[in-house]
């Protein structure tokens, strides 16, 4: 079974920058798609941002766009997101997430907590 960790989240002011990474381990298939995600209390999850493994066509939802800048290392099997200028919405917990072509996003990481503080 495919498994994802985490990690790089953390506290971090008004303005600043983190940069979140994603391990993947135990592939038996081909990924076709990672992706962020974020869902703070009471909320829904969020796709922030994705990438395709191969060709590295990427997304980005509206609020994070020229903020946000997801990339990958297909080597290392491990998807980044490069986060800058953050506010206190990016306040979050963050889950790494991957599909198969064809489904949705069946694995998904721990989660890891943004914090932005004013």
Not at 48 to 53: D, F, G, K, L
Not at 74 to 86: F, P
């Amino acid at each position: 079974q495919l498994q994802l960790v985490e990690s790089g989240g953390g506290s971090v002011q008004a303005g600043g920058s983190l940069r979140l990474s994603c391990a993947a381990s135990r592939l038996t298939f081909s990924l076709h798609t990672m992706g962020w995600f974020r869902q703070a209390p009471g909320n829904e999850r969020e796709l922030a941002a994705s990438i395709r493994w191969s060709g590295g066509d990427t997304y980005y939802t509206d609020s994070v766009k020229g903020r946000f800048a997801i990339s990958k290392d297909n080597a290392k099997n491990t998807v980044y997101l490069q986060m800058n200028s953050l506010t206190p919405e990016d306040t979050d917990v963050y889950y790494c997430a991957a599909r198969q072509s064809g489904r949705g996003y069946d694995y998904w990481g721990q989660g890891t907590q943004v914090t932005v503080s004013s």
